[in-house]
Structures are given as structure tokens and as C-alpha cells.
Nanobody, 123 residues
Framework: VQLPASGGGLVQAGGCLRL?????????????MGWFRQAPGKEREFVAA????????DYADSVKGRFTISRDNAKNSVYLQMNNLKFEDTAVYYC?????????????????WGQGTEVTVSS
């Protein structure tokens, strides 16, 4: 099972990026999918989560109104559209999946994790 995240890079403040997590090895169409991030010297933190159908989403307060999580179950993929990026968004972003039926916000609730993709926002 793999959940590799891609789409990171270097962007100026105010810019945008779209992250992709293309899962393989099993279907995650019935799982809640989440994005987390870890900034240098800090603990990993919740960013966003989406229900299996895509009808429900949840976001960290720090990214509400700027980030949008979405998914395409036919492609076994989840996306994170990041707009109006700020310096403090600089981090390694990770994709995760959990079979729980609510929008999980804590790392321990997620069973599957992928390799991260680095996002660097220059001020």
C-alpha cells in the first residue's frame, strides 16, 4: 500500500500549489482521507480531511478559506489545492487514510501514511 504525495515545490507568498496523493495497493474509496504537515522543528499537524464520498470536509483553522481538499475515488486520489500560500505553510505535507467514519484530526486515528512532499513558501 502506497500513498505518495506529490506536487510540492518552491513558491512565493501569495502563490498556489496543488498537491496530489495517488494511492495504490488497495482502494481507499471507503476511507476518510487526510492531509497533515510537519514544519521544520515542529510536530506534525492536521491540515484537512475529507469523507469517503467527498460530501464532508474539515480544515485546520490556519488554512480555512485558503486550502481545499477534494478526492476522486475512481482514480483513488485525493488533492489539496493551496491558495494564497504563506511563509508559515512551509512544511512537508503527508497524505493519510483511515477507516473511521468521522473526519479524523489526530495522527493516531490514521492507519495508512505516505511519503511526504515538501512545500517551501518564500516570503
Amino acid at each position: 500500500v502506497q500513498l505518495p504525495a506529490s506536487g510540492g515545490g518552491l513558491v512565493q507568498a501569495g502563490g498556489c500549489l496543488r498537491l496530489l496523493c495517488a494511492a495504490s495497493g488497495r482502494s481507499f474509496s471507503s476511507h476518510v482521507m487526510g492531509w497533515f504537515r510537519q514544519a521544520p522543528g515542529k510536530e506534525r499537524e492536521f491540515v484537512a480531511a475529507i469523507s469517503w464520498s467527498g460530501s464532508r470536509t474539515d480544515y485546520a483553522d490556519s488554512v480555512k478559506g485558503r486550502f481545499t481538499i477534494s478526492r476522486d475515488n475512481a482514480k483513488n486520489s485525493v488533492y489539496l489545492q493551496m491558495n494564497n500560500l504563506k511563509f508559515e505553510d512551509t512544511a512537508v505535507y503527508y497524505c493519510a487514510a483511515t477507516p473511521v467514519m468521522r473526519l479524523a484530526k489526530y495522527e493516531y486515528e490514521y492507519d495508512y501514511w505516505g511519503q511526504g512532499t515538501e512545500v517551501t513558501v518564500s516570503s
